[in-house]
């Protein structure tokens, strides 16, 4: 191994086969026979279906069956739970009863012979209901705010309630951030087939093995009987990590019709059952003394989730590690609604967290009159004070030092409203980002071919941040070869099972299983040329020989080697090896492991209309080891872009009577297009951090998103004057009076 392959800035390898159209996609894998389905979704919140006039559109054009709780097959569901799944409660039983426990809730499908002659029959279906009113907001009277069963809801050292109460400076505000919906590109899409009881499923899933797991858990099945395939994904951000009840009657269709069936969710049904980003309350409130030190820190949580399951993730986490302060209280509670459970969407919990956490930091950056990045150095800990043991790596202060250089943060006047473009106002902010350094067991397969060749096997996904490439140079790296001569596969449950594509661990995970696979398949590959009488290394002991550039000789020999070529001649007989990798324990109890970053912004607003835009946002980031720079900007620029659509545009709401999503399309859920899209840049420290993996890398997918929405927010501010504590912010919050 010395190509070096690692670290270098190679384009996608995929990017032909994308950009020509090549790509299959779910919806892309038509099936001969194929059927189309549609689904039917609840048009009241909560009750009961009562009638189905089912009749007439039976009999419509190209109609071949009418699928309800009244005659569809009574499903198994047997108890299924993945890392991605809420650990309390029970998934939606999809068909099986009369309840209807969420606007949007699918009620029926129907099969017809061309998606015309479907969506003609969906839309003549006429479903009356007993309906109840639901409750969809956080601010009802009635809403049961509870602890989540699963994980520490609460959690704080020292006394952070009086140390905050008693210091000389304090900020106690409150902060309120909208629902978000996904939105990828792709939709929602599932073709199914069945052969006797086995079930391929070519269909749009970041968890290709959880997937097969609990399509098979809720038909009763086998694992084994159950294929997932899925070699591209448009997008997803989350969305497609649980599987959802479209997957289920998708299958539930091609049982009952007997025939392959499609069915593809349209873009306002993407709003009511593949998850949500929640909708967040919080408070923060924080005490220093005069010259800025932390004295006390609170931080108290609510986000939602369904009445059938307890959805949730890291609100206050972050504020646990952060900064230094002896006094530390986190609380997190959930708020029972009448809607579909929510999901993780990127940065889950810390993007909505950090944003209160980090404006509540501008705020008293403002109260004290100390530049914003010198608080937080101020306040930058030695160690993880909420687990009392060293970060694995920590470049907070780097990634300010480098990214405020970079974005000129010296220009800045620190007096709010004082700084102009014409007439436009113009504000410069900052926030911290940082997510942890996940990790997940995973495995890979490599193959040596007669050729010299590889091939690389996992059952990975790929939305987007360049599976494909990256895992083809780790590959390479390790074996010693040009990416060129490495074939990387993924997309099939048929590959070794891999963890979800999200929470950032893909390449940590997957890369690091593909590594131990190809060290496998090179001491296969030695072991065969050792016993090869006709090798000039027959003989010799396996720690006699090594592997430099992808050749085999023995140690101190400076002759050319062995190829793969020279070694699999004899026999043409492949080697394949498999290898797996999971996080040494013994790291994950000494260290604390995250990534994290400084997040530049610069906006323009105009106080005449309140309109605001973002110009510049700089990203400055402590990721470990970066496999291929080009993928990783890719990265960050596309979590920014979240960010600015976070802070500025993103927003789902709720009609109070039903729990009808009122925004449910392109037109007025609202997210940045090109025109706003500012001039955006990301850093990269150099920081080496040999505990987190054997790579040295960190995860990147979600970081980038996390401290945008604060940079932007605290942007504001310093053009307006305005604190906004509210996402989005609408022209409507900085309109002067």
């Known amino acids: ?199 391929t499923l070519w269909s749009k899933s970041q968890f290709l093995v959880n997937e097969q797991a609990e399509i098979a858990a809720v038909f009763g099945l086998s694992a084994e009987n159950v294929e997932v395939i899925c070699p591209f994904i448009g997008g997803a951000f989350g969305t497609s990590l649980r599987t959802w009840p479209h997957v289920t009657l998708a299958a539930l269709a091609a049982r009952h019709v007997g025939r392959p069936v499609k069915l593809v969710l349209n873009r306002k049904q993407m709003f009511f059952t593949t998850g949500h980003r929640p909708r967040s309350l919080q408070r923060v409130a924080l005490g220093a003394t005069p010259d800025g030190k932390l004295t006390g820190v609170v931080h108290e949580g609510t986000g939602e989730t369904s009445r059938y399951e307890q959805f949730t993730e890291a609100l206050t986490a972050v504020t646990e590690y952060l900064y230094s302060c002896p006094n530390v209280r986190t609380q997190y509670r959930l708020a029972q609604l009448d809607t579909a459970t929510p999901n993780h969407m990127r940065g889950p919990g810390e993007a909505s967290g950090i944003f209160a956490l980090e404006s509540a930091m501008d705020e008293l950056s403002y109260k004290l009159a100390i530049d914003p990045i010198e608080l937080r150095r101020r306040n930058e800990p030695k160690i993880d004070e909420a687990e009392n043991k060293p970060f694995s790596s920590r470049s907070l202060m780097q990634c300010y030092e480098l990214g405020a250089e970079r974005f000129g943060w010296v220009q800045r006047n620190p007096e709010p409203r004082s700084m102009r473009d014409g007439r436009l106002l113009i504000g410069m902010g900052t926030a911290t980002a940082t997510y942890p350094a996940f990790h997940a067991p995973s495995n890979a397969r490599v193959r040596l071919l007669p050729d010299g060749t590889a091939e690389v096997e996992a059952a990975a996904s790929d939305m987007g941040p360049g599976t494909y490439t990256s895992m083809t140079q780790v590959a390479a790296e390790f074996l010693g070869l040009q990416p060129e001569q490495v074939r990387f596969a993924l997309g099939t449950t048929d590959y070794p099972p891999t963890p979800s594509h999200g929470g950032s661990w893909t390449m940590a995970s997957v890369g690091s299983a593909i590594r131990a696979a190809c060290l496998e398949a090179q001491s296969q590959a030695a072991k065969r040329a050792i016993a090869d009488q006709s090798s000039p290394v027959f003989g010799a002991s396996i720690e006699d020989l090594e592997w430099t550039g992808g050749r085999l000789r023995r140690r101190g020999d400076t002759s050319p080697g062995l190829s793969y ?148 927010a605290n942007a504001v501010f310093h053009a307006t004057g305005k604190r906004v504590r509210t996402l989005p912010i609408k022209i409507e919050d900085v309109l002067t009076a």
């Open 1 to 199: 191994m010395n190509m070096n392959v690692i670290g270098k800035p190679l384009t996608r390898v995929d990017g032909h086969t994308k950009v020509t159209g090549k790509a299959r996609y779910a919806a892309d894998f038509n099936q001969p026979g194929q059927l189309y389905a549609v689904l039917v979704s609840a048009t009241v919140g909560l009750g009961r279906v009562t009638g189905i006039e089912s009749a007439g559109v039976e009999r419509m054009p190209g109609v071949v069956a009418l699928i309800t709780h009244r005659n569809a097959l009574k499903l198994a569901y047997l108890p299924h739970k993945a890392v991605i799944d809420p650990a309390v409660g029970e998934r939606l039983h999809v068909l099986q009863d009369d309840s209807v426990r969420f606007y949007g809730q699918p009620v029926a499908v129907v099969v017809a012979d061309s998606l015309d002659h479907a969506e003609r029959a969906a839309a003549a279906l006429r479903i009356t209901y007993d309906a109840r009113q639901p409750i969809v907001d956080h601010a009802d009277q009635q809403v049961a705010r509870i602890a989540p069963e699963a994980g520490t809801a609460d959690r704080s050292r020292g006394d952070a309630d009086a140390a905050v109460a008693e210091a000389a400076v304090n900020v106690d505000e409150n902060y309120d951030i909208a629902r978000e919906n996904h939105n990828p590109m792709e939709p929602h899409a599932t073709v199914a087939a069945w052969n006797g009881d086995r079930l």
């Open 565 to 712: 070529h020279d070694v699999l001649a004899n026999t043409g007989n492949p080697i394949e090896a498999d290898g797996s990798a999971q996080r040494d324990p013994e790291m994950a109890e000494k260290y604390s492991m995250h990534s994290f970053g400084a997040v530049f912004a610069e906006v323009s607003v105009d106080q005449d209309v309140g309109t605001i835009r973002v110009r510049r946002l700089v990203g400055a980031y402590g990721i470990g080891r970066v496999v291929n720079p080009l993928l990783a900007r890719s990265q960050c620029t596309g979590g920014m872009i979240g960010g600015v659509g976070m802070a500025l545009m993103e927003r789902t709401v709720l009609d109070a009577r039903d729990g009808r999503p009122v925004n449910a399309h392109m037109a007025d859920y609202l997210m940045p297009v090109n025109l706003d899209t500012p001039k955006l840049e990301a850093l990269f420290v150099d920081e080496v951090d040999p505990h987190v993996n054997p790579l040295g890398v960190k995860g990147l997918g979600e970081i980038a998103l996390v401290g945008t929405a604060p940079a932007i």
